[in-house]
């Protein structure tokens, strides 16, 4: 069983940046992948990025790629998402999931999910 919870969220101006935190709950976070989706109002939630468990390997929404980063840091359970640029349509509650493959993360159907954080980004 893996629990998540997010931070880090918050209103920022158009070109700003956000890093937003995920804390993982058990001793096996290490060997799951990782990563993040995001829902905007009137919206289907849509997947962001992922980190391979290793965090060799990662992955990226086309409208993220070269401002936003993953990264995991496996000693403090905790996986990340640097937002640089940001830009009004990244507004959405972005939420965390975990499970055993990127493959997995990127189709939606992570077995966890965390409850979000809301990132508001004004123009």
């Known amino acids: 069983q893996v629990q998540l919870v997010e931070s880090g969220g918050g209103l920022v101006q158009a070109g700003g940046s956000l890093r937003l935190s995920c804390l993982a709950s058990?001793?096996?976070?290490?060997?799951?992948?990782m990563g993040w989706f995001r829902q905007a109002p009137g919206k289907e939630r849509e997947f962001v990025a992922a980190?391979?468990?290793?965090?060799?390997?990662?992955y990226y929404a086309d409208s993220v790629k070269g401002r936003f980063t993953i990264s995991r840091d496996n000693a403090k359970l905790t996986v990340y998402l640097q937002m640089n640029s940001l830009k009004p349509e990244d507004t959405a509650v972005y939420y965390c999931?975990?499970?055993?493959?990127?493959?997995?993360?990127?189709?939606?159907?992570?077995?966890?999910w965390g409850q979000g954080t809301q990132v508001t980004v004004s123009s």
């Open positions: 980190i391979a468990w290793s965090g060799t390997s990662t």
């Open positions: 058990g001793r096996t976070f290490s060997y799951y992948a």
């Open positions: 999931a975990a499970d055993r493959t990127t493959q997995k993360i990127r189709s939606g159907e992570s077995d966890y």
